[in-house]
């Protein structure tokens, strides 16, 4: 299973805001242990899901202006986002029964 990959806020734009379809945006930093504990359920939801959505993590630690552009005050925060616009975010940690209701509520 491979790893969820990170993006910098240069690429924010070409992989979040010009996509179509539905893209999972997870901020994070090394130091966050509830971000730890969700990583490997991102990567699960990327496994099963494969092209049906695309999920990536963004360092808040060395990206700081897509964070800020967001209001991102805590993490780990996820945004949903479908065909380049934001329809749904999540704060904080959650269970992967949790995660795939908000990932499914992008559909």
Known sequence: MAAVPYISDK???EKITNSSGTVLLDFTA????????????LDQVQAERGSAIAVYKLDIDENAETPNQFGVQ???????????????RHVGALSKVKLDQFVSSAS
């Not at 805590?74 to 749904?88: A, E, M, W």
């Open 11 to 13: 690429e924010f734009q």
């Open 30 to 41: 090394a130091w966050c242990g509830p971000c730890k504990a969700i990583a490997p359920l």
């Open 74 to 88: 805590s993490i780990p925060t996820l945004l949903l986002f479908r065909d380049g616009k934001l329809v749904n």
